[in-house]
């Protein structure tokens, strides 16, 4: 079974990036606990700071589902909700076959 990658692009208001970028160095700690796991990674763009990207992979639908449902990850969006530019952008991927 191929495990389900996903790419979440999180933008912080300018005023709120420390803030920001804490909540989420929690989550990430949180999510790599979490049985479903295989990877998780925080990124911050270089070319717009403030923009998060979070690079995950979890073994299946449900494992990703159980994670949005995670007592963590409804914490962390409660501390950053009105410190996002916007809503985050979740992006669940599937291979390409070239």
Same mark, same amino acid.
């Given at each position: 079974?191929?495990?389900?990658? $996903?790419?979440?692009?999180?933008?912080?208001?300018?005023?709120?990036?420390?803030? $920001?970028?804490?909540?989420?160095?929690?989550?990430?700690? *949180?999510?790599?606990?979490?049985? !479903?796991?295989?990877?998780?990674?925080?990124?911050?763009?270089?070319?717009?700071? !403030?923009?998060?990207?979070?690079?995950?992979?979890?073994?299946?639908?449900?494992?990703? *589902?159980?994670?949005?449902?995670?007592?963590?990850?409804?914490?962390?969006?409660?501390?950053?909700?009105?410190?996002?530019? *916007?809503? +985050?952008?979740?992006?669940?991927?599937? +291979? $390409?076959?070239?």
């Amino acid at each position: 079974m191929t495990n389900l990658n $996903v790419v979440a692009v999180i933008q912080a208001k300018p005023d709120t990036i420390e803030e $920001v970028r804490a909540v989420l160095a929690d989550l990430v700690r *949180a999510s790599r606990a979490e049985p !479903g796991c295989v990877s998780y990674d925080l990124n911050e763009s270089l070319a717009a700071p !403030g923009t998060f990207v979070a690079i995950e992979s979890w073994r299946s639908q449900e494992d990703l *589902a159980e994670h949005a449902k995670s007592q963590h990850m409804r914490a962390a969006l409660s501390a950053v909700g009105d410190r996002l530019a *916007a809503a +985050p952008a979740v992006h669940p991927l599937t +291979p $390409v076959d070239i």
